[in-house]
């Protein structure tokens, strides 16, 4: 499968070892405003970067993964259904809920696989949670605790195009709880700017508490924070009917020492790329299954509508201080 990759920054240079990892994908072209990041990422790769359009026109190219800032997600995708192109997109679709919308209408007649990247969903860890989870182990799940702490806050200068923390840092979480305990009838949502006084003068939270409602009863929290000193804070915890899972974080290192001062352990891993690694190539394994293989896409058009649209939710949850349904013309469903 021949594939052609839109950003050359951070991630998308995440991606690229993750496409020559699995046999099954070849990179052969990469495109990004920053010409040099571009050219970089192709020497490096022995591949040719070449303009957006040229990719997208290029019959021999068979997917497009698209790495780049969030502004151009909605249109690339558009632009790579309307090419006949295989599509995987780093989440958000789009920060607007409404453009999120048309996406998922213009690509629903789509005949190749679409996926979106919430990588956690594919960390070994949260997989074998969900699994024991939905074989029983627990019972009938009642109680969902998601905790995700960054090591240090954002530049401001990231804050003011982000979208904000909602719609940026946790909508990874609202995912997950999408991912484990399905979609909520309500959301509340609490906020504050505790670590970074610039990042409150921006718009936006960088502490924040919320609660997903289920119609049956069941209650699931997220913890967020742009500042964790031990480090990058990734946990998951499910209360169920007949006891409980917990995925606890990762840790740099698995050394314990103990000795009359007390006990200690390593910090957890500093931060993204270091936590989620594994999860990027299981991830893309998973899009060639769907490509290849006629597997079924495991993180659709539909997951990155819902999580945006609990994400919106939470914003006007914040800004009310009420509780916000979700219904269809949230997740257009």
């Not at 920060?95 to 789509?110: D, F, M, P």
């Not at 997989?127 to 019972?139: Q, S």
């Not at 484990?180 to 970074?196: I, N, T, Y």
């Not at 931060?271 to 290849?292: Q, S, T």
């Amino acid at each position: 499968m021949k594939v052609a990759l839109f950003g050359a920054g951070r991630i998308g240079k995440v991606h690229a070892a993750s496409i020559k990892t699995d046999p099954r994908s070849t990179l052969v072209a990469v495109t990004d405003v920053v010409s040099e990041a571009a050219e970089a990422l192709a020497q490096e790769y022995d591949i040719a970067a070449r303009s957006p359009d040229e990719i997208l026109g290029d019959p021999a190219i068979d997917a497009i993964l698209i790495a780049s800032s969030t502004n151009t997600h909605s249109d690339l995708i558009e632009a790579g259904v309307a090419a006949g192109k295989a599509i995987f997109c780093e989440k958000p679709i789009d920060l607007s809920l409404e453009r999120a919308h048309g996406v998922l209408a213009r690509a629903g007649s789509h005949d190749k696989p679409i996926m979106m990247g919430f990588n956690r969903r594919f960390d070994p860890n949260f997989a074998a949670l969900k699994a024991r989870f939905e074989a029983g182990a627990i019972g009938k799940g009642e109680l969902l605790a998601i905790t995700s702490f960054d090591p240090a806050p954002p530049p401001v200068d990231y804050i003011k195009v982000s979208g904000g923390l909602y719609r940026d840092m946790m909508i990874h979480d609202f995912d997950m709880a999408a991912f484990l305990f399905g979609m909520p009838q309500s959301v509340m949502a609490h906020g504050s700017c505790l670590v970074d006084a610039q990042i409150g003068a921006a718009g936006d939270i960088d502490t924040a508490v919320v609660t997903l409602s289920y119609s049956d009863g069941r209650l699931a929290t997220i913890r967020n924070s742009r500042r964790a000193a031990f480090g990058y804070d990734q946990r998951v915890e499910l209360l169920g009917s007949e006891g409980m899972l917990q995925a606890e974080n990762v840790l740099e290192n698995t050394v314990v020492e103990a000795n009359a001062r007390g006990v200690t352990s390593a910090k957890p891993m500093h931060f993204f790329l270091e936590r989620y690694m594994r999860a990027y190539g299981i991830e893309w394994a998973a899009f060639v299954d769907a490509c290849v293989e006629g597997a079924p896409v495991p993180a659709g058009i539909q997951d990155g509508v819902n999580a945006l649209a609990l994400a919106e939710a939470a914003n006007i949850s914040l800004a009310q201080g009420q509780p916000i349904e979700i219904t269809s013309a949230l997740t257009g469903g």
